[in-house]
């Protein structure tokens, strides 16, 4: 009969605590950024109307963080050959911390698992999104990737 309870108390906990990691791992951070060319740096010759949508959630489960994204884009120059997340504060260039697509097309969807930094640099806005064309290869348009503001009730 002890046996037993230990068992069924065993089960119990484990439950729990898969149910607790499940939920952990279904958390996540949700960004939307919006893409023009006036944030490239330098600020390229694009057409007018040049503009894009990077969205993506990135998931944490302990030691473990993945990231799913879509990017959508209108009116660049030519064919975007390429789009990635950088490192950089908002004005400044950086180096490429995730290859999203190449070449991509617009409505282009994603998922990576990427790095503890990669993540910590998304959510503290040191992180921007680009997509590249063969006209501006540095950058055709850009977003810095901010977290967004807590939403607030009101009722």
């Known amino acids: 009969m002890k046996t037993l309870a230990t068992a069924v108390a065993l089960a119990l906990a484990l439950t729990v605590a898969g149910g607790s990691l499940a939920a952990t791992a279904k958390r996540g951070t949700s960004y939307r950024v919006t893409m023009t060319p006036r944030q490239e740096v330098p600020p390229p010759a694009a057409p007018a109307g040049a503009a894009g949508v990077f969205t993506a959630t990135v998931a944490d489960a302990g030691a473990l963080r993945s990231i799913r994204w879509t990017l959508t884009f209108r009116n660049l120059s030519g064919k975007a050959v390429a789009a990635h997340i950088h490192a950089g504060k908002r004005g400044v260039a950086g180096g490429v911390l995730l290859a999203l697509c190449a070449p991509c097309k617009t409505g282009a969807t994603g ?45």
Do not use: C, F, M, W
């Open 111 to 155: 998922r990576a698992t990427i790095a503890r930094d990669t993540a910590d640099a998304l959510e503290r806005g040191t992180a921007y999104v680009n997509v590249h064309t063969a006209k501006n290869a540095a950058g055709e348009i850009r977003g810095q990737i901010v977290k967004p503001a807590a939403s607030v009730s009101r009722y």
